[in-house]
């Protein structure tokens, strides 16, 4: 029975099973949209990782260990939304560097 309840909260409720809460998946979306529109998409992916560490922590508040490496389909559908609108609205040219990526 725990088994059957298990596989319905899986299929119909994707998002209880995210690592992330909606807040933090908005902050790391808008984050990473004010952080490409200010530098360029090239420039901010080609930034070191212990940068970008540094950068997310610092404007943020948020440890880097937030971000989900291994997003569920949830996560990753929720924050790429977010990421495109915000930058569609700010930097729509960036938008398509950071599409082509």
Known sequence: MAYAFVLVLLFLCPSAWSS???QERSII???TGENICAMGAER????PEDEIID???SQTGLRYSVIPMEPT????ISITTHLTAYMGSVC???LEQYRKR
Request: charged share 35%.
């Open 44 to 47: 901010f992916y080609g930034l």
């Open 29 to 31: 979306a808008r984050w």
């Open 20 to 22: 992330t809460t909606r």
């Open 55 to 57: 950068l997310f922590e």
């Open 73 to 76: 389909e949830s996560e990753r």
């Open 92 to 94: 729509p040219s960036e």
